[in-house]
């Protein structure tokens, strides 16, 4: 097993440097303020712009005068539907295909319908950001308000079945008779769970700097997928994509809530045009929640049925999602019980509810996150109906081949990463029946649930190359949004390569570099790592034929199915050369090589293998006896998720995820207004996330594996793995400690204290 704990820097050897908990490489730029963020982007001559949003939710803007902000000082253009550049129409809710979503064309101001609370009105640029913000205080906007749908639970009877869910997947899956099954079983579960719309919150706002040279347009930006920002601003500009260059080398967090161009970048664009001068934008933390994405609200009834042994006969597992009425958004919320354990009789439905607000978007873990925050609990529920253990439970329903889609698993190991976390956890001190563990006026309980997170790989390019000193150079598009991304792929560059780390310059986040898949869905470092990884065989091959033919070089005539790269050295048989001398002396300008990796999905050994990480959670929390109030003491995340390539960074990771996990089950929550349809809460004040306080103590562990289904590495993404399932693990320890059952998430004192146990002092 690969434990967690580092200390000093590890050796570089011949045996490779992938696996070891290197620091990270853009570590000391960050401490030294040096790694440049969007906003920190200064040009000669930007000016600053504030976005006004709309005061409704629904309806027209029947009159706006901004004759008084344009008086204002230092204001530079006041942009608005009657003079804002022509752009493409938004088009239909849903794309012919995947993709669209990405690069569809996203237009400002360009109409006087209002489609959503705080959608753009307004823009005000002026030579300083006070300035702007000043003057669109004094814009007056009038509307023609229209009445709208702001209730998901109210309006379920008019739930509609889309085409398909994010990424492609199919709606609904139906194995057997889930109903006749349901209806037989000697023990069942029927429950209903309830999760709110939840908001990314990256520290790092939506931000972007857009200049023009002549045609040619460069964005500074954050973004996780540059190609996608990229097609999408041409798309809305009505230009080549050529033209389009974007720029994000280091990215304070996305979550998902930075995959598309959001209106601060085609603003930007826009008003640089009509200026002819850079333009800085940034929404305020208050924007973000209207206009930069969020985790729909969501019923989920999960249904289980069970013969007296703990088989499950059946499973289904039904959402009913809120979205938006002009752009649709499924997550795939039940699509993850297609996989997870073993049933002959199987149902799964997705179905939407539109609401006159801002489309949803991919948020960490999108599908497993809220789903298993459910389903989950449920299988917690079944299990001690059924009288059995939740491990038990769960292993009594581990599936040989995939329940669904009847392919092998490439690996699982489930049932391993429960064991595992018994044993570390302690689990056979949890006391079975809730309510019975105390220490003193606290309430102690025990709580665990599985982790499951699919696989993927993006299709992805790097170019690599190494000058006449021996120093190498990598370029991909790739993102880094603060999981490590520079690091893996030094560490790649350097093992494949045989030179020590200090010879390795990755350069990431710039479009005019090979492109990738990007940062998202937890295929990053697989796909751009399997790229890389590729460009340096590449590489290699080119040193080798040079070396075999060019009569400068020792190593001429050598056999190149022998040669080895290790320690900054080529050998071939008894012969040896340094690394940085051959290339001097063969090729005084370097080499240069190309490698890139197909999407997972197109290829048949892909389909051919059902390909996830798996994990087990564990929690362990406190309720005081007299006010409800709930800690954590400590969790516990086992995970198999294929090779892990550092460490320290997949560590980091995974306790991101435990973290947000925790926040799912007790705090976080976006409250819309169901009367006028704005988010209540919408900024950190009072949309609450975990801080320090509130975590626990964390350990993580990594299970030995190696997935050669997977990609060239064995490695796996786990960049969501970590909050698949912890909320639940939560959950389940709450209830464990004090027998109160809630099934509308967050788990809030006001959900808990009525119902606690009375208990003498």
């Known amino acids: 097993m690969t434990e967690t704990k580092t200390s000093n820097r590890p050796r570089e050897t011949r045996s490779g440097i992938i696996g070891r908990p290197f620091d990270r490489i853009d570590g000391p730029l960050k401490v030294r303020g040096d790694a440049t963020y969007a906003y920190e982007n200064t040009l000669e001559g930007t000016a600053f712009g504030y976005i006004l949003g709309a ?33 493409p129409d938004f088009g239909p809710a849903v794309t012919p295909t995947v993709p669209e979503v990405f690069t569809r064309a996203r237009p400002a101001l360009n109409s006087e319908r209002v489609r959503y609370y705080d959608e753009p009105v307004a823009l005000v640029v002026a030579e300083t950001f006070e300035a ?85 347009l460069t964005i500074h930006t954050s973004a996780q997928t540059l190609a996608n920002f990229r097609a999408g601003v041409a798309s809305t500009l009505r230009i080549p994509p050529e033209r389009v260059r974007i720029v994000s080398p280091f990215i304070g967090g996305g979550f998902g809530s930075k995959l598309i161009a959001h209106a601060d970048t085609i603003l930007a664009a826009l008003a640089a045009q009509v200026l002819q001068r850079p333009v800085k934008i940034a929404l305020t933390r208050q924007q973000m929640f209207a206009n930069a994405g969020h985790r729909a609200e969501m019923i989920q009834q999960v249904r289980l049925s069970a013969d007296t042994d703990g088989r499950l006969t059946g499973i289904a597992h039904d959402v009913w999602s809120a979205t938006s009425s002009f752009e649709e958004y499924c997550e795939q919320t039940a699509v993850f019980a297609r996989s997870l354990y073993a049933a002959p009789n199987r149902v799964t439905r997705h179905r939407l509810v539109p609401l006159d607000i801002n489309r949803g978007e991919w948020m960490r873990s999108p599908g497993e996150a809220p789903g298993m925050l459910a389903f989950e609990c449920a299988m917690d529920e079944l299990a001690e109906r059924l009288g059995l253990d939740p491990i038990e439970l769960r292993i009594r329903n581990e599936p040989a081949r995939d329940p669904e889609r009847g392919v092998p698993f490439s690996t699982r190991n489930l049932v391993a990463c429960m064991e595992e976390g018994a044993r570390r956890f302690g689990w056979e001190r949890r006391n079975p029946t809730p309510g019975r563990a105390r220490e003193g006026r606290k309430l102690i309980g025990y709580g665990m649930a599985a982790a499951i997170r699919p696989n993927y790989i993006g299709a992805a390019t790097a170019r690599v190359a190494i000058d006449g000193d021996g120093r190498v150079t990598a370029r991909l598009d790739m993102t880094d949004i603060g999981t490590g991304t520079y690091t893996i792929l030094t560490q790649i560059a350097a093992d494949s390569l045989g030179v020590p780390i200090s010879s390795i310059k990755v350069e990431l986040g710039d479009s005019r570099f090979p492109r990738t898949a990007g940062s998202g869905g937890s295929w990053g470092a697989a796909s751009a790592g399997s790229a890389l990884h590729n460009a340096c065989n590449a590489l290699r091959e080119r040193i080798l034929e040079a070396a075999q033919s060019s009569e400068a070089s020792p190593l001429r005539g050598a056999n190149a199915a022998e040669a080895s790269f290790a320690d900054g050295e080529i050998s071939v048989g008894q012969r040896s050369a340094s690394l940085a001398d051959l290339v001097r002396r063969i090729a005084p300008d370097g080499f240069e090589a190309e490698g890139s990796v197909a999407a997972g999905a197109a290829t048949p050994s892909y389909k051919a293998y059902s390909q996830h990480s798996y994990g087990a959670h564990f929690a362990e929390v406190a309720v005081d006896c007299d006010t409800g109030e709930i800690r954590m003491r400590r969790m516990l995340a086992v995970m198999g998720a294929g090779r892990i390539l550092n460490p320290k960074t997949a560590r980091s990771q995974i306790i991101g995820g435990m973290t947000w996990g925790i926040g799912a089950a007790l705090m976080e929550q976006t409250v819309l207004d169901r009367r006028y349809g704005h988010f209540v809460n919408h900024d950190l004040a009072e949309y609450h996330v975990p801080i320090n306080g509130d975590v626990p103590e964390m350990e993580v562990v990594f299970l030995e594996e190696h997935d050669d289904k997977a990609n060239p590495f064995g490695a796996k993404g786990i960049g969501e793995l970590g909050v698949c399932g912890a909320g639940a693990a939560v959950a389940n320890a709450i209830y464990n400690a004090t027998g109160v059952r809630v099934r509308d998430f967050p788990i809030t004192l006001d959900k808990v204290l009525p119902a606690l146990p009375v208990i003498a002092i």
Not at 55 to 79: F, Q
């Open 55 to 87: 005061a409704v939710a629904k309806g027209r803007i029947a009159e706006i005068d901004t004759a008084e902000a344009e008086r204002a000082p230092a204001v530079l253009l006041i942009m608005t539907h009657r003079n804002a550049p022509a752009q």
């Open 132 to 216: 702007a913000r000043a003057a669109a205080g004094l814009i007056k906007v009038r509307y023609d308000e229209e009445p709208g749908l702001y209730d998901l639970s109210g309006h379920v009877a008019d739930a509609y079945a889309p085409k398909r869910t994010n990424a492609g997947f199919e709606t609904d899956s139906v194995i057997g008779d889930f109903e006749s099954a349901f209806a037989a079983a000697p023990v069942k579960l029927d429950a209903t769970y309830r999760t709110p719309f939840e908001h990314h919150n990256p520290m790092e706002p939506h931000a972007t700097l857009a200049a023009w040279s002549g045609n040619e």
